[in-house]
């Protein structure tokens, strides 16, 4: 099987989605800190959209990892890669959990005590089913993530053998979800939206198994179900998951060409976006007018510093590689050594019987 690519534009969005709910449970994990009315606090309210994120980039990597002559006789060893991925992680977070639990104990004098059965329905991902709750408020994510581990392997044998397969168990979940049926559990229904997006960007993008046209239609039915379960923030979510992924090459050009001018756009926003805005403030006066005003000085900021890279840095980079290194001569052994300085001792005899 031929080596899979490292997905450069994954790792970037995980960095994101990690941050985001970072965030989110930093800012609005404690109502002391910040009431739900702070700028702040609305803000980073769609920092949760971020496990979302991660639901869709499992869809598009788990799928993109299995090799294409996979079947059930390889189902075992696709469970063992996955446990063995997040499970000992997983484990110590859980004994990080009860220590911290426990010294907080020990400080506060806050009762502190943990169910033996509950830490081992954590253990087996089961804790979703039942109504014991989680010792950490981001661990139900990881039994939706099991859940979809093994329906990708129950499933996935299939959606090779024919593609329409993948329609068929997608439209049946988004159903599902559509009909809002309230379980009482944290189960894979509501979100499978999520792991189809994924799924369906690679079949179209890296697999090229299925056309635009049937692409567009279950991301649009995907999209309908998510706004209708989850709202505009988790739509807003997974279309930016989406649009980064599909079109990452273009992405990844727009972010080296302002790594690029990087240095010469901090030299020189100031004096030349700076100027626009103080120029423009003279013939503007409404909130719109000053924000496009804003993105005036931003355009003329942007293109002034790449003609100062192309025509000012540029030339002066190109001038310093010059300047060679120069070999270091290495000093000969033996005249270093004789170069050392000698240290000259007088011999002291010490008289028989005088020791003391």
């Not at 989110?24 to 702070?38: E, Q």
């Not at 509950?118 to 709750?133: D, Q, R, W």
């Not at 044998?157 to 993948?166: A, E, H």
Request: one cysteine or more.
């Amino acid at each position: 099987m031929a080596a899979k690519k490292n997905l450069a534009e994954v790792h970037l969005l995980r960095g994101v989605a990690s941050l985001m709910v970072c965030l989110f449970h930093l800012i609005l994990g404690n109502p002391a800190l910040f009431p739900p009315s702070n700028i702040l606090g609305q803000v980073f309210s769609l920092g949760s959209s971020g496990v979302e994120v991660f639901f869709i980039l499992s869809g598009y990597v788990v799928c993109y990892s299995l090799p294409d002559d996979f079947d059930y006789s390889q189902l075992k060893t696709f469970l063992l890669k996955r446990i063995v991925r997040i499970e000992p992680p997983y484990l110590v977070s859980i004994v990080v959990v009860i220590s911290l639990n426990f010294l907080s104990h020990l400080v506060t004098g806050l009762s502190s005590s943990f169910d033996g059965l509950n830490i081992l329905g954590h253990l087996a991902y089961v804790n979703n089913f039942t109504s014991t709750g989680y010792l950490n408020v981001v661990y139900w994510t990881l039994g939706i993530e099991f859940q979809f581990y093994l329906l990708a392997g129950l499933v996935f044998p299939w959606i090779k053998q024919n593609k329409y397969f993948l329609f068929l168990f997608a439209g049946c979940f988004v159903c599902l979800a559509c009909l809002r049926v309230p379980f009482k559990a944290d189960i894979i229904v509501p979100y499978f939206s999520y792991f189809t997006l994924g799924i369906l960007l690679l079949f179209y993008k890296i697999k090229r198994q299925i056309n635009l046209g049937y692409y567009l239609l279950f991301v649009a039915i995907c999209l309908l179900q998510i706004l209708f379960h989850k709202g505009p923030n988790g739509s807003i979510a997974a279309i930016a998951t989406l649009v980064i992924l599909h079109f990452w090459n273009v992405l990844n050009k727009v972010i080296l060409f302002f790594s690029m001018i990087s240095y010469s756009l901090f030299l020189t926003h100031v004096p030349v976006g700076g100027k626009v805005i103080n120029l423009g403030l003279r013939y503007v006066h409404s909130n719109l007018s000053k924000y496009l005003l804003v993105l005036a000085a931003l355009g003329i900021s942007i293109g002034f510093a790449y003609l100062f890279h192309r025509f000012i840095e540029l030339p002066a980079i190109h001038y310093s590689k010059r300047f060679r290194y120069r070999a270091s001569k290495p000093l000969p052994v033996s005249r270093s050594i004789s170069r050392l300085p000698v240290l000259k001792t007088k011999r002291v005899e010490i008289p028989l019987g005088t020791e003391s």
